[in-house]
């Protein structure tokens, strides 16, 4: 980090912090009654003196006494605390402290009405309250803010799906099993802990839970049936929604944020990863938000799920892509959102007018401001697939033979890289991997003569048939450098339940990006059938419940009459003359 960057980061922190109380009051376990009487427990972190202060309410299952450790909160408590706000840390209904059984998301509504209630009138507090936290705990707040409590006065989640069946457990219709079955066991040791087992039965129930646990990758994904993963059963821990019923609106109406959004009435900052798996949700509560007319913001960097240095995956973004680091109007991420929260809890702190969207564009790897999501001013080119590999934006030939691979169930392509969630290999990777299998179609440009910059959603269309009545198509682009190496950008899948043995036209939606592919660049696009453990494996019979498969043979056509292409928004250079 240049001398410049440190001292614009640490001007910022000194600047928030100049009148700061100098010690801090920590209550442990602090109770707050339910409507059906369970007991909630809170940590609650008070700035010394009387205030009145603004509060802050994270609701957690994931341990408030590690809350700061938790990358989904993002803040380390005392110091929040430091800053001017009561931060209230709340165990969830069923977890740790709490009492109350454990039905993840079941409950997050009312209690977490109830929850800000009881924080607003905390000793000290002025009566306004805040929420924080990501993923699991960002939904907590859409949850608490569609109950319309009047003491909150806004929310910043931060890396939290709108629509569960298009980011959390499902996607395109294919299951996100890795998600399901990996934070399920994960969650269960707590939940076991609670169920009354003697201390032999405790000990060997976890051994089991850490073995499977640690051999999913090898075993337990594998099992099939895949709507009835194996490995869930034996241990029957609590899951976000059944592998079954992944893909079933009522069944996840639970956990569903799209759809409530016109209910909430306050201010959000919405925060997201370009590599994570929740990132159109976290793109649709903004634009959602803001076509409602309310105050939204968005702030979208270049990490995944877990992940928030400079380094992703495979790639150094540089030290200002950190959300640690000081490259906001107000200095660092939390110090933006502070600053938000700060100006909507408090009178003497007005929110600062800035641009409402705020994105990390790699490859050139710099932050920039923009009015609005799509960007109004890029373009859709279509960059066709071409029977020999190319991929351009030249018209197709009349008549072309199609691309053909075969997708075996049994050994499907692993994923590598992505917006994977808490499994490892997140984020931009190198595919030669992937690309050197016979199940894989690679289509990449001429290298690139100059700059060019794709930013906002991505859609690919292809032309496709299988010899099963069931298969699913994933579509992923890539950044190849000049040295070869294809890093993966975004991706997406979509599941044909049956009639896949019919030639038509199909769409995957692979979400958005923001990339600049550098002049000695190569653009790529990836078509193949499978990533799995990613997404579970399509058994081409069309029947998911049973435990056959049978090999698919697949074609890609892309002639004229049956064209295969991706949509790229392509923004103009501002530097490049109109015309040139």
Known sequence: MTQDMKAQEMSSVMNADA??????????????????????????????????????????????????????????????????????????????????????????????????????????SNGRVGMLGGSYCGNTQWQAAFQQPPALKAITPLMTWTEPREALVARGGATQISVIASWSLAAGFDWLSRQGLTGDEMAARSAALIEDFDSLEKDGYWGLPATELP???????????????????????????AGGHARVQIPSLNSGGWFDTCLQGTIDSY???????????????????????????????????????????????????????????????????????????MGRNEWRDEEAWPLQRASTERWHLHADGGLATTALPIEAGPSEIDYDPADPVPTYGGPMALTPGRGPHDQALVESRPDVLVFTSEVLEKDLEVTGPIRVRLHVQSSTPSTDWVARLCDVDADGRSLNLTDGILRIDSGADEAQEIEID???????????????????????????????????????????????????????????????????????
């Not at 869930?232 to 639970?254: C, G, I, K, M, Y």
């Open 19 to 124: 009148e700061a109380p100098t010690s801090v009051q920590v209550e442990f376990d602090v109770p707050a009654r339910m409507r059906d009487g369970v007991v909630l427990r809170a940590d609650v972190y008070r700035p010394a003196g009387d205030g009145p202060w603004p509060t802050l309410v994270v609701r957690t299952p994931y341990n408030k006494a590690g809350a700061a450790d938790n990358v989904w909160n993002g803040f380390s408590p005392t110091e929040v605390a430091r800053r001017g706000f009561i931060m209230v840390i709340q165990d969830v209904r069923g977890r740790y402290a709490s009492d109350g059984e454990w039905e993840p998301l079941q409950h997050e509504g009312a209690d977490g009405a109830d929850t800000i209630a009881w924080a607003a009138q905390l000793a000290g």
């Open 510 to 580: 692979l979400w958005s990006t923001s990339n600049v592919f550098l002049a000695g660049h190569r653009i790529r696009v990836q078509v193949t059938n499978s990533c799995f453990p990613r997404w579970d494996r399509n058994l081409n019979t069309g029947d998911q419940k049973g435990t056959e498969f049978v090999t698919a043979h697949q074609r890609l056509y892309h002639d004229a009459r049956r064209p295969s292409y991706i949509e790229l928004p392509v923004v103009p250079d501002p530097t490049t003359p109109s015309g040139t």
């Open 231 to 257: 490995v869930l059963r034996r241990h029957r821990t609590p899951v976000f929604v059944e592998p079954s019923e992944a893909n079933d609106v009522e069944a996840t109406q639970h956990m569903r944020v």
């Open 287 to 361: 634009t959602t938000m803001r076509d409602l007319g309310r105050e939204s913001r968005l702030i979208i960097g270049p990490w995944t799920h877990l992940d928030f240095g400079n380094r992703i995956g495979a790639q150094d973004f540089g030290i200002m892509s950190s959300r640690d680091a000081g490259a906001h109007p107000n200095g660092s991420w939390s110090d933006e959102v502070l600053a938000f929260l700060r100006g909507h809890l408090t009178d003497d702190a007005p929110v600062r007018a800035s641009a409402p969207v705020r994105i990390f564009v």
